[in-house]
Nanobody, 124 residues
């Protein structure tokens, strides 16, 4: 059974930075794809970024390219989302997700496992 626990959300001013963490537990993650989604208020949950645990180039939503970076620490079984130059439009509940397989998808239904979410609020 895969368990995902997010942390690192909070309140930040526009232009600021936050780093989200997703601590993952599973028998093995070597053939998993890990992703971050977000659910802005009043909108649908949307793809943010994804990375294949075994390697390969990360993928980002156009809205976060150049500002957000997804990375992983194999030793800690943790995936990170470094968020820089934050904007009010980045305000959302951020979710970590995982799916078996090494193909990156940007669609929510194909991800089998989800964390509980962490709130990010960008406001002055």
């Amino acid at each position: 059974q895969v368990q995902l626990v997010e942390s690192g959300g909070g309140l930040v001013q526009p232009g600021g930075s936050l780093r989200l963490s997703c601590a993952a537990s599973a028998p093995t993650f070597s053939r998993y794809t890990m992703a971050w989604f977000r659910h802005p208020p009043g909108k649908e949950r949307e793809f943010v970024a994804a990375i294949i645990w075994s390697g390969g180039s990360p993928r980002y939503a156009d809205s976060v390219k150049g500002r957000f970076t997804i990375s992983k620490d194999n030793a800690k079984n943790t995936v990170y989302l470094q968020m820089n130059s934050l904007k009010p439009d980045d305000t959302a509940v951020y979710y970590c997700a995982a799916r078996p397989g090494t193909i990156v998808y940007e669609t929510r239904p194909v991800y089998d496992y989800w964390g509980q979410g962490t709130q990010v609020t960008v406001s002055s």
